[in-house]
Structures are given as structure tokens and as C-alpha cells.
């Protein structure tokens, strides 16, 4: 299935370019907020942060990475399908955290043998069997999907059993938001939450919310202002999106809340 980004719409004049980072350096800034919690990766959240906004140690990073047990797989499928010898290219952690054209490559056969691998001895039959049928219905390992459609039947988070599973699954799913201003280490910014509607996920109006942007002064934001959009995981700001990121997120979301409604 190939999949057409749309243009993005405006939040208040998204960044055009920004300047390369490394794709170690980027996994870590979006796997850092469900790190800190205790929900995914290694036990060593400080490690994670520090390499990388200061250490920039790549090697130490990968080894981090690839203790990510819900994300690395995925990573690895991806850049097994597109022929790119590096699961930590910068163009496959971009296309599992917000999605891009990598995505387009991967069969519904190559999704459905590693979903298989990795969640059918978990799952009673009925969740295994809507999991099963995803991946012709047009699924892709994008992290919303995992979010939307994976986690609500497995609950991977090792915290164990949780009550507000919207308010979670909202969380844990990489969202956008318009910067309004900066108090200290936080930044206000107008989100784009999910709600339920006669049953169904949609994404709901805008709403003011404080994140973190910066622990003791470091942070994963470099230059934000007013008007940016940023992306963010739990209650961390991961980056800043300029205008084609910001539509890739944008679109697959909306594309993977389709397809969650599907068996909801």
C-alpha cells in the first residue's frame, strides 16, 4: 500500500529544515519518556538522557537501543525490508517514530511472520486473531500502530494493570503541539488529543497542557520558540518538527486511528 503524506497543517508556522542528527541520538530522544517511567528499555534512564544531550556517545546509544524490547524489532524489520544495513539509520528511527516512505516496502507477509514471532504466545485467540488480520488491512510497524493496536491488547507496560487506558494509550503515542511559551524547564503547548466517540478513536480539538522540555537545563530542543510544533512522547518534548515531519505525523496517525477503529 503506498502511502501519500498530506501537506501539513499549520501550527503556527512549522520550522522548513533542520540540521541532521544522528539516528541513535534521535531513537533516544523519542524512546526517553516511556524510559524514565520504568515502561520500556533498560533500567538505566539517566544513561539514556545524557548520551543524548551530552555524552553523544553513539556506540554506548546503540547498546541502550537495543534493549528497547517493543521498538528495536521494529527498527530492525523496517531496515531489513528497505535494504538499509542499519537499523539506527536516521530514516528508519523517523519511520517508526512519525513514519515516512520506508514504511511503503514492508509486505503484509514480512509484518504478519514478526508479529507472529513476538505476540501470538501472548495474546488468548480473539486478540490474537484481530492482531493477525492488521497487516492486510494495511498495517505498518509505525509506532502509532504499536500504540493504537498492539499495546491495548498486550499491555507491555511493565507498571502491569492500568485504569485510564485512553488517557495511557494518548500518552504514549507520539503526539504534536504548538509551542505557546516557555516557564523554566516547561513549555505550554496546545496538543491535539485523542477522545472517544460513539465507540471510536478520533482526534479532538486542541488543548493547553505544560511538558518537559528541559531537566536541570538540557534538553532534546534546540532554538525553540513561539509558534514552533514539537513532537512529544509521555510528557517529554522529543524534537522540533519542521513542516514535512509534522505532515508525516500528522497523516499516518490519522491512518493508524482508522485502522485501530476497525476492531475496537
Known amino acids: 500500500m503506498t502511502f501519500v503524506a498530506p501537506v501539513a497543517t499549520p501550527l503556527g508556522g512549522p520550522r522548513q529544515a533542520r540540521a541532521s542528527v544522528p539516528g541513535p541520538i534521535l531513537f533516544a530522544r523519542y524512546a526517553f519518556g516511556p524510559n524514565r517511567l520504568g515502561y520500556c528499555g533498560p533500567d538505566d534512564a539517566a544513561e ?5 544531550t551530552l ?3 553513539l556506540l554506548a546509544l546503540r547498546r541502550l537501543a537495543e534493549q528497547f524490547e517493543g521498538a528495536y524489532p521494529y527498527l530492525e524489520l523496517i531496515a531489513h525490508a528497505d535494504g538499509i544495513a542499519d ?4 530514516r528508519v528511527v523517523e519511520a517508526y517514530w512519525l ?7 514492508i509486505t503484509p ?13 501472548r495474546l488468548r485467540h480473539d486478540g490474537w486473531r484481530w492482531l493477525a488480520d492488521k497487516p492486510a488491512a494495511g498495517a505498518v510497524p509505525v509506532h502509532a500502530f504499536h500504540v493504537l493496536d498492539v499495546f491495548p491488547r498486550l499491555g507491555l507496560m511493565r507498571s502491569g494493570a492500568l485504569d485510564d487506558v485512553l488517557r495511557v494509550i494518548d500518552s504514549c503515542r507520539i503526539r504534536w503541539g504548538r509551542v505557546l511559551e516557555r516557564d523554566t524547564d516547561w513549555l505550554v503547548v496546545s496538543v491535539v488529543p485523542l477522545e472517544l466517540v460513539a465507540g471510536k478513536l478520533c482526534l479532538a480539538g486542541p488543548r493547553v497542557e505544560r511538558i518537559r522540555g528541559w531537566q536541570d537545563g538540557h534538553g532534546f530542543l534546540d532554538g ?3 509558534g514552533d510544533a514539537v513532537s512529544i512522547h509521555w510528557d517529554w518534548a ?3 518538527l519542521d513542516a ?3 505532515a508525516l505525523l500528522q497523516a499516518w496517525t490519522r491512518r493508524e486511528v482508522a485502522l485501530a477503529n476497525q476492531t475496537i
Open 48 to 52: 539514556l538522557f545524557g548520551q543524548a
Open 55 to 57: 555524552g553523544g556517545d
Open 87 to 90: 537499523p539506527l539509520d536516521a
Open 99 to 105: 513514519g515516512n516512505e520506508l514504511l511503503d516496502k
Open 109 to 121: 507477509g514480512q509484518l504478519g511472520a514478526s508479529l507472529d514471532d513476538r505476540f501470538r504466545r
Open 224 to 226: 525553540v520558540a513561539p
Open 238 to 240: 522529543c524534537d522540533v
Open 244 to 246: 514535512r515531519r509534522l
